[in-house]
């Protein structure tokens, strides 16, 4: 009962095989068999193109099993993933978004009624030969006095200065305003003035009970910051009677002079001690002491 069992398991396996393969059947392989080789393989089928190139090698008599070998091909090899992909189009990108310009007709916009102007400010900056651009003194006070907005809205506006002129594009009204700050900074009684800076410091203000008298309030454009004038008389006055107080600091010198128009800035360095750690001791106790530095 067992042997039947056993043929009938053996031939399904064959069968199956052979049908897998694509070949014949499993009696079609014996004159293989008789050729040399060993054990039992399936035939070739159009799925074994690798196997059926390697078994057409020459043996070790010089002729290959099987017929003679194809002739190799000129034309080189090609890979699928090296051939284009048919009916695919690259995308495009988009071109980079520019405003739209236009070249104008070559003149200034003049519907507010502008005019040019050019102001010669030569004697001022002559004056002014340490500063490297003078000019840019009196573009910055322009400024300050019209406002940024009047140069960068409507009406079409143009500002622009060098050593030997200031030239303005604007309303007759603006121009009016232009030429009066020119003309503070090129008149010569500027030649004749010397400005002093002084920089005193004081932590109680009580010292306006007595120099309210001898001061005369002035506007000042500054946030936060009021302006006096005096006399030079009370002026010595107050500064002998500032002197004598505990909280009184002079920060630089008397001699600052400062050019009509021109910036200046003045700094000062006091030393100032502080701990910044600490060194281990024996000594003393309690087994440190600090360390200074300035």
Known sequence: MNRPVSIVVVFAAAVTVARLSGGQPASAQAPAEAAGSTGWQPAASRYDA?????????LAGGQP????????????????????????TPTPMDPPARAQVRQGDGTLPSEHGQIWREYDITPYTIRSEASQH????IVDWILRETGYEAWHATPVGLLSADRQALRCYHTPQ???VVADIVDRFVSTKAQAQGFGLRII??????WRTRALPLMTSIPVQSPGVQGWIMAREDAALLLADLRQRTDFREHSTAQELVLNGQ??????????????????TRATWPGYQPEFGQ
């Not at 003078?134 to 003194?137: K, N, T, V």
């Not at 410091?201 to 009580?206: D, I």
């Not at 200046?264 to 281990?280: A, D, E, F, N």
């Open 50 to 58: 690798p196997v059926a190139a390697a078994a057409a090698q020459p």
């Open 65 to 88: 099993y099987g017929g003679p070998l194809p002739q190799a091909s000129s034309a080189p090899a090609t890979s699928p993933l090296s051939t284009p992909a048919q009916g695919i």
């Open 134 to 137: 003078p000019e840019q003194a």
């Open 174 to 176: 603006m121009q009016a």
């Open 201 to 206: 410091t004081l932590k109680n203000p009580n």
């Open 263 to 280: 910036t200046s800035v003045v700094s000062t360095v006091r030393p100032l001690q502080y701990v910044k750690g600490v060194i281990p």
